[in-house]
């Protein structure tokens, strides 16, 4: 399976990566579907959509105050390096991830977009004008922005639309892009749950990196079960050794 997707990666003069939660499960995030993800103990409407913050902010905070703990301690792994190696190895590579943790920001990658925003960055419900998240105990919870309304964090919770500025670019990117690796993702969170089937439409190739099938398994043309962990560096050894 390794071969083939190396034969196809050899292939191609673009690529596209999506990565999901499954990238960073290995460096000890916690995934939201799959083995041990968050939704076995919690309720994603409890928690990840606009109508919870509305109702209790605080819990809905105080949840994301967890995950940051979790990520503050948290470091990339060979997975997100190997997406890193990738960007270097071709000269036209994007990366689209799901990911809301930074941890692909933190290997440098250059060319890539957080469609679903990041959770160091938080917004004012009001003016939603952004910033970053100061690393100092907060005095109330949630915070307030100087125009007294509510900040919250600057991510897209089920139930909202992605910004459509990161939509027309991840459609431009998807348009002119040959190949696409789907990587740890479950495949069930739309739209970049369609971005797969988009590609295999236009006549490009999906190489999928899963520890399980997901609904992208059947339409990519290799599907390899597995850790990103452990097949990404292998795939990168492997195209080093061509390239
Ligand atoms: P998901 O939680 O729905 O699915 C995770 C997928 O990763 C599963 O299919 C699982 O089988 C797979 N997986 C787990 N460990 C893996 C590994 N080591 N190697 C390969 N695959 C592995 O995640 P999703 O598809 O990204 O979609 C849900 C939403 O979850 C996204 O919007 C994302 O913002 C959010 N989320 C992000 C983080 C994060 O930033 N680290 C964490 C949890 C959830």
Redesign the pocket.
């Known amino acids: 399976m390794i071969d083939a997707a190396i034969k196809i990666l050899k292939e191609t003069s673009s690529l596209l990566v999506i990565t999901?939660?499954?990238?960073?499960?290995?460096s000890g995030?916690?995934?939201?579907?799959?083995?041990d993800?968050?939704w076995q103990n919690y309720r994603a409407e409890d928690l990840a959509t606009p109508w919870a913050f509305e109702r209790d902010p605080e819990t809905v905070w105080r949840w994301y105050d967890w995950r940051r703990g979790i990520?503050k301690n948290a470091e990339p792994n060979k997975?997100h390096i190997a997406i890193k190696e990738l960007e270097e190895l071709y000269e036209k590579f994007f990366l689209i991830t799901?990911?809301?943790?930074g941890?692909h920001e933190r290997t440098g990658v250059k060319n890539m977009i957080e469609i679903?925003g990041n959770l160091w960055r938080v917004r004012c419900t009001r003016e939603n004008k952004t910033f970053v998240l100061p690393d100092v105990p907060l005095k109330e919870i949630p915070p307030r922005c100087s125009c007294g309304a509510l900040v919250r964090p600057d991510?897209?919770w089920f139930g909202e639309s992605i910004p459509v500025e990161l939509m027309n670019k991840a459609y431009s990117i998807l348009e002119s892009y040959e190949t696409l690796i789907v990587?740890?993702?479950?495949?069930?969170?739309y739209p970049v749950a369609s971005f797969p089937t988009f590609m295999k439409s236009k006549g490009g190739k999906v190489i999928e990196?899963?520890?399980?099938k997901?609904p992208i398994s059947s339409i990519a043309d290799i599907s390899i079960i597995?850790?990103?962990?452990d097949i990404l560096p292998e795939v990168v050894e492997g195209l080093k050794k061509i390239f």
């Open positions: 999901g939660a499954g990238i960073s499960a290995e995030v916690p995934t939201f579907r799959g083995k993800g968050l990520i997975g799901q990911n809301v943790d941890l679903h991510v897209v990587a740890g993702t479950s495949g069930v969170v990196i899963n520890l399980e997901t597995g850790k990103t962990g």
